[in-house]
């Protein structure tokens, strides 16, 4: 009985010896995914990765702002072979920004890594409103000559409580009863052009990162309640950031 089920063993670890190989010479994908993270920086998304993959031809970023449906390809990996690697979305979207990698080797197969969702920089402290001591002397850097002789001695500017500028240079829309609400905001350049619009702020809490705003200085915007004007206000976003 012995006898049997020690050739029984080594039958099997021949098949299993001889399938291993065999899938390694058709290029065989082990199911592990990457480990994968999304930061958000001052105006950018930081994406991060460790795949250990070898025969990879290519690695594409995918971004969507459901982490269902809609992942669009934003750009590739400069280095698909290396074990730690890294991408920088420069234009986040406004709202929340899901990622994953589209990771293709060389023998057709593909596979999709882990959706994440991009997260905030525990280094940066986002968490306090910049007031105007923060930013008078960055706005008057900004100012042009005209609109600095024609602006007031005393300026009397507070931030909102809905939308504002935090530490790091985003813009925060903060509406506690979005989720009962039906809100919509839009924002302009300081003279009145139109910038873009969130038509329907489906979370309480919302982050816009500066880079959609492509540049530092004034912006209005208007906050509508079922169409209805709420508030009107503007902010400043710095071209620096504190920590």
């Known amino acids: 009985m012995k006898q049997v089920a020690r050739i029984i063993f ?3 670890l021949f098949l299993l010896t001889a399938y291993t190989g065999k899938a390694q010479d058709q290029g065989y994908v082990p199911p592990v995914l990457p480990d994968f ?3 958000i920086k001052t105006g950018k998304i930081q994406l ?4 250990g993959f070898p025969q990879v031809k290519e690695i594409g970023i995918q971004r969507s702002l459901d982490s269902v449906l809609n992942f669009n ?3 590739y990996a400069g ?3 290396q074990t730690r690697n890294a991408y920088v979305d420069n ?3 406004p709202g929340t920004n899901y990622y994953r990698l589209f990771i293709l080797f060389n023998n057709g197969r593909y596979m999709y890594s882990k959706t994440v969702l991009a997260l905030s920089d525990s280094t940066i402290r986002a968490d306090q409103k910049l007031q105007y001591a923060d930013i008078k002397d960055a706005a008057k850097g900004l100012r042009g000559k005209e609109q600095e002789n024609k602006e007031p001695e005393r300026v009397v500017w507070h931030p909102s409580n809905y939308v504002y500028t935090t530490a790091d240079g ?3 829309i903060r509406l506690p009863d979005a989720l009962t609400k039906n809100y919509a905001v839009k924002f302009y350049e300081s003279n009145g052009t ?4 969130i038509e329907h702020v489906k979370g309480p809490f919302l982050i816009l990162e500066k880079a959609i705003f492509l540049h530092a200085g004034w912006f209005n915007f208007e906050i509508f309640d079922d169409g209805k004007l709420k508030e009107k206000w503007n902010l400043f976003i710095p071209l620096n950031y504190k920590m």
């Open 73 to 75: 390809t934003i750009g």
């Open 48 to 51: 991060d990765w460790i795949s």
């Open 91 to 93: 234009k986040p979207l």
């Open 194 to 197: 139109f910038l873009f619009e």
């Open 10 to 12: 080594v039958i099997g």
């Open 79 to 81: 280095y698909p072979t």
């Open 37 to 39: 993270t999304a930061t």
């Open 170 to 172: 985003n813009v925060n």
